[in-house]
Every structure is written in structure tokens, then in C-alpha cells.
């Protein structure tokens, strides 16, 4: 049965509703999957690799191939995913383009860590390279489906973010109350902390001076989390607050980070801005990046302004003040 979405408050554009419907169907099968997990088979079995060298887990595979059999019949043209190498045509006739992570946190589907989906959509261009190879500003619709303790839909269409929770009574997806905007009191950080060594000296630094806490330059305590599911990271933020990173570093194939701008950053990025936040590469915001391929990496800051913005600083600072920042004499310190 395909899922319902029921929206009490504002009404979801004409156009998009069969493809929000057809992701919707799709993220409800995944959930009762996901749900079930061990008993539905081995979802976290490695099938085989992507093209970035990334193992593919068999719910990597069994996401990609459903969503691009439930979008046949909607307004989607152009279809870009994780899991394939090129940008495939759905229908001829679609005026729609869709960039899809079809399953994103795949690292934890063995461990009943939440795990989701990430979506983008702009108007098709002739060809799929010319569509998604445009900068983010193209995009009118992005959002994402997180598969946690709730089945949750994250989606803006550029006035602002909504939620749908996914009702398992009734199967349908019902609009739920969010924050109007990312909330501006956390101190928390999200970052892989065990690739500390391999960081440039701007983000070791501002890293650092949380750590330093109350008695360094930021002058208070700040809290870690690292879930490693882009999603739920995305939501945490979006709930409460604080800030993501996920730069360069110095290891073989980070020099732009790991996380892909095509169909996880920009989609990101735009739910982001529409709830207040900024989303940026450390220095550059995110909407503003031409991809130069499809599968393209950039490193990834993203979360409440202020936070977002104090990054871009400690880039703009010369080496020898950078290290200042250490001291008592810290730019920082209040
Ligand atoms: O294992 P790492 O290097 O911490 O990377 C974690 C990141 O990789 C990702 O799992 C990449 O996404 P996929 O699972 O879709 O490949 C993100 O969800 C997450 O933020
Ligand atoms: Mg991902
Ligand atoms: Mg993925």
C-alpha cells in the first residue's frame, strides 16, 4: 500500500507530490526492513563495490533499485545515485531530476544504529550530466528519511523545513511539529576525531580550542558525538543544535573530504539554510559549488550560523595567530 502523506498545515507542491509519494513508498518499505532486521536476511552483507571504491552492503543495492523502480512512473527524468556510476534516464517525459544517497550510514546497518536515505531535486536540463552538474542553488526540493527509533521525512521545497513522521498504525506519513529553526545553544560537535592527525592546522585548531573547554579561549564546555550516519547527525543538529565537520584531510582520497556533494551535501546544505543554519566547505557555502563530476567530495561544515561562520575564521588567520588562538592572549578568549 502506498503510504499517505497527510499535511495539515501547508499544502506540498503539485508537481513534486508523485515523486514525494514514490520516496515515501519506498522509505516505508526500507523501514519495515530495517525493522526486522537479522530476520529479513543479511541487509549488511558486502555485494560488491561502488564507484568510488566504496563496499556496496546488500540494502545499499536493494534501496538504489527500488527507488528507481517506484520513481518509473513519476515527473523524475534525470536519476543520480551513490550506487551508480553514471546518470541513468527513468522517463522520458519527466520535467523532474533526483540525486539520491539511497542509503546513507551503511557502516551501521549491523549495529541498530539509525541509518537513512538523502534526496535532492531540481528541474531536469537536457542531459543528466548538464542537470547535475550545476551548483545547489538549482535545487527546489531536498530532504532526507531517517530510519531510527522514528521513520522520519525531513523535506524542504524553499520556505522553510517540515516533518512527517511515518505512523506505523496507520502506514501514512503525518506532518509533525519542528523547531522554526536550528537552535542556537548546543555545545556540541561532531567530528571523526580518530583522523585528528591528518587534519589541517585550521581545524586541529578550532577543534582544540573546544576540547580546551572552560579554561581555553572558548571559555565553556563543549560535548562530542560521532554517529557516523550523515543522517542522523543532520537530525540531531537540526533538533538541537551545534556543528558538523567533515573536512580534507591528509589521507590518500580525503583531499576533499569523504562526503559526496552531489546527493549528500548540497540536499543537506539547503535543508540547512532554510532552517536558519550555514552550510560550508570550512570556507565556501556549499549551494554555491559547481560540481566538476558526479561523484564529487567536499569537505562538509555545517549547523548553526555562528558556529559555521567561527570555522571560516580560524581558515582566514595567518599560521602564527592560528596558534595564538591556543593561548591566553586567544582571539577568542573572552
Ligand atoms: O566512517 P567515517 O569516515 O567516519 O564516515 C562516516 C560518514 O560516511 C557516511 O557513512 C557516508 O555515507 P554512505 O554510508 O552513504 O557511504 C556518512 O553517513 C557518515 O557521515
Ligand atoms: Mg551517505
Ligand atoms: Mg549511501
Same mark, same amino acid.
Given at each position: 500500500?502506498?503510504?499517505?502523506?497527510?499535511?495539515?498545515?501547508?499544502?506540498?507542491?503539485?508537481?513534486?507530490?508523485?515523486?514525494?509519494?514514490?520516496?515515501?513508498?519506498?522509505?516505508?518499505?526500507?523501514?519495515?526492513?530495517?525493522?526486522?532486521?537479522?530476520?529479513?536476511?543479511?541487509? @549488511? %552483507? !558486502? #555485494?560488491?563495490?561502488? *564507484?568510488?571504491?566504496? +563496499? &556496496?552492503? $546488500?540494502? =545499499?543495492?536493494?534501496?538504489?533499485?527500488?527507488?528507481?523502480?517506484?520513481?518509473?512512473?513519476?515527473?523524475?527524468?534525470?536519476?543520480?545515485?551513490?550506487?551508480?556510476?553514471?546518470?541513468?534516464?527513468?522517463?522520458?517525459?519527466?520535467?523532474?531530476?533526483?540525486?539520491?544517497?539511497?542509503?546513507?550510514?551503511?557502516?551501521?546497518? @549491523? %549495529? !541498530? #544504529?539509525?541509518?537513512? *536515505?538523502?534526496?535532492? +531535486? &531540481?528541474? $531536469?536540463? =537536457?542531459?543528466?550530466?548538464?542537470?547535475?552538474?550545476?551548483?545547489?542553488?538549482?535545487?527546489?526540493?531536498?530532504?532526507?528519511?531517517?530510519?531510527?527509533?522514528?521513520?522520519?521525512?525531513?523535506?524542504?521545497?524553499?520556505?522553510?523545513?517540515?516533518?512527517?513522521?511515518?505512523?506505523?498504525?496507520?502506514?501514512?506519513?503525518?506532518?509533525?511539529?519542528?523547531?522554526?529553526?536550528?537552535?542556537?545553544?548546543?555545545?556540541?560537535? $561532531?567530528?571523526?576525531?580518530?583522523?585528528?592527525?591528518?587534519?589541517?592546522?585550521?581545524?586541529?585548531?578550532?577543534?582544540?580550542?573546544?576540547?580546551?573547554?572552560?579554561?581555553?579561549?572558548?571559555?565553556?564546555?563543549?560535548?562530542?558525538?560521532?554517529?557516523?550516519?550523515?543522517?542522523?547527525?543532520?537530525?540531531?543538529?537540526?533538533?538541537?543544535?551545534?556543528?558538523?565537520?567533515y573536512p580534507s584531510d591528509?589521507?590518500?582520497?580525503?583531499?576533499?573530504?569523504?562526503?559526496?556533494?552531489?546527493?549528500?551535501?548540497?540536499?543537506?546544505?539547503?535543508?540547512?539554510?532554510?532552517?536558519?543554519?550555514?552550510?560550508?566547505t570550512g570556507i565556501h557555502?556549499?549551494?554555491?559549488?559547481?560540481?566538476?563530476?558526479?561523484?564529487?567530495?567536499?569537505?562538509?561544515?555545517?549547523?548553526?550560523?555562528?558556529?559555521?561562520?567561527?570555522?571560516?575564521?580560524?581558515?582566514d588567520l595567518p599560521d602564527?595567530?592560528?596558534?595564538?588562538?591556543?593561548?591566553?592572549?586567544?582571539?577568542?578568549?573572552?
Open positions: 500500500m502506498t503510504p499517505e502523506i497527510i499535511s495539515p498545515s501547508h499544502e506540498i507542491p503539485h508537481d513534486l507530490r508523485p515523486t514525494l509519494a514514490a520516496l515515501c513508498e519506498v522509505a516505508a518499505q526500507l523501514s519495515r526492513m530495517i525493522a526486522l532486521g537479522p530476520l529479513g536476511g543479511a541487509l @549488511d %552483507a !558486502n #555485494v560488491g563495490s561502488n *564507484t568510488d571504491g566504496d +563496499i &556496496q552492503k $546488500a540494502l =545499499d543495492v536493494i534501496a538504489d533499485a527500488s527507488f528507481v523502480t517506484a520513481l518509473k512512473d513519476t515527473g523524475v527524468r534525470w536519476y543520480a545515485s551513490e550506487e551508480k556510476d553514471d546518470v541513468i534516464e527513468i522517463n522520458g517525459d519527466g520535467t523532474l531530476a533526483l540525486a539520491i544517497d539511497p542509503l546513507d550510514g551503511s557502516s551501521n546497518i @549491523d %549495529a !541498530n #544504529v539509525s541509518i537513512g *536515505t538523502i534526496f535532492g +531535486i &531540481q528541474p $531536469a536540463a =537536457d542531459t543528466g550530466e548538464e542537470t547535475f552538474l550545476r551548483d545547489g542553488t538549482h535545487l527546489i526540493a531536498s530532504g532526507y528519511f531517517i530510519y531510527g527509533p522514528q521513520t522520519l521525512l525531513a523535506v524542504t521545497f524553499g520556505a522553510g523545513v517540515r516533518h512527517f513522521v511515518l505512523s506505523p498504525d496507520t502506514n501514512t506519513f503525518i506532518e509533525a511539529p519542528r523547531p522554526d529553526a536550528i537552535p542556537e545553544t548546543a555545545s556540541e560537535f $561532531a567530528i571523526n576525531a580518530s583522523n585528528y592527525r591528518h587534519w589541517s592546522r585550521p581545524i586541529r585548531a578550532y577543534i582544540d580550542d573546544c576540547i580546551a573547554g572552560a579554561e581555553g579561549p572558548r571559555g565553556r564546555n563543549f560535548n562530542m558525538r560521532w554517529v557516523a550516519s550523515l543522517v542522523a547527525e543532520t537530525h540531531r543538529i537540526m533538533s538541537r543544535g551545534g556543528i558538523f565537520l591528509g589521507r590518500d582520497g580525503y583531499q576533499h573530504g569523504r562526503l559526496r556533494l552531489v546527493y549528500e551535501c548540497a540536499p543537506i546544505a539547503f535543508l540547512v539554510e532554510q532552517a536558519g543554519g550555514k552550510a560550508t557555502r556549499i549551494l554555491d559549488i559547481t560540481p566538476d563530476s558526479l561523484h564529487a567530495r567536499v569537505p562538509f561544515v555545517f549547523g548553526t550560523a555562528e558556529k559555521v561562520d567561527r570555522v571560516s575564521v580560524y581558515h602564527q595567530e592560528v596558534s595564538a588562538l591556543f593561548g591566553d592572549r586567544g582571539l577568542f578568549r573572552a
